[in-house]
Structure formats: structure tokens, C-alpha cells
Nanobody
Framework: QVQLVESGGGLVQPGGSLRLSCAVSRNIASISAMGWYRQAPEKQRELVAR???????NYADSVKGRFTISTDNAKNTAHLQMNSLKPEDTAVYYC?????????WGQGTQVTVSS
């Protein structure tokens, strides 16, 4: 069993930055990959960014160059640094831990980009 707790969401103006964190209840180095998804109202959940335990990353085209995913193995935490935020980034952001037997999801954190 893996438990995830997200934090760092909030309201930010366009062009601003936020840093999301995901605290993981087990050794993050033993998890195959960590990811961030988002879901906007009346839209499907989509992958934002993903990082493997080998450090390989991939991003949605819409966030490339603006968002950075990382992990802190010492603190068992994953982060999503979001810069140059746009109104279309508004969504609930979910952390996910990928293991060979199951994907574990956090409860989500709201990000709202508005002036």
C-alpha cells in the first residue's frame, strides 16, 4: 500500500509560479515512476509529467518548457515546479505512484490561474 498526499496548490495570477509537492508513504526509490495528472472541469484527466526511478522524464506538449517534475529520494517526495502559468492550466492536479502491481493516486490539489 502506498499513500500520497499532495500540497502546494492555490490561486495564482497568469505568468506566476507554483510548486506542487507529493509526499509518499514508502521509499520513493522503490517506485517505478511518479507522475502528475490534471483534470479540468468537464474534461478528461490528462498526463502532465512523469519521471521514472531512473530519472527519465516526459511532459505533455502543453507544459514543455514551463513545468519541471523532480523527486527528492531523501524526503520521499515528488515535486512539480510550474512556471509561466496560464489560465488553461487551471485544474485539479493529482499525484500518482506507478508500481508493478498497482497505480496509487493522491486526493488532488486545486490549481487556479486567474487575474
Amino acid at each position: 500500500q502506498v499513500q500520497l498526499v499532495e500540497s502546494g496548490g492555490g490561486l495564482v495570477q497568469p505568468g506566476g509560479s507554483l510548486r506542487l509537492s507529493c509526499a509518499v508513504s514508502r521509499n520513493i526509490a522503490s517506485i517505478s515512476a511518479m507522475g502528475w495528472y490534471r483534470q479540468a472541469p468537464e474534461k478528461q484527466r490528462e498526463l502532465v509529467a512523469r519521471i521514472t526511478n531512473g530519472g527519465i522524464t516526459n511532459y505533455a506538449d502543453s507544459v514543455k518548457g514551463r513545468f519541471t517534475i523532480s523527486t527528492d529520494n531523501a524526503k520521499n517526495t515528488a515535486h512539480l515546479q510550474m512556471n509561466s502559468l496560464k489560465p488553461e492550466d487551471t485544474a485539479v492536479y493529482y499525484c500518482v505512484a506507478v508500481t508493478p502491481w498497482k497505480d496509487y493516486w493522491g486526493q488532488g490539489t486545486q490549481v487556479t490561474v486567474s487575474s
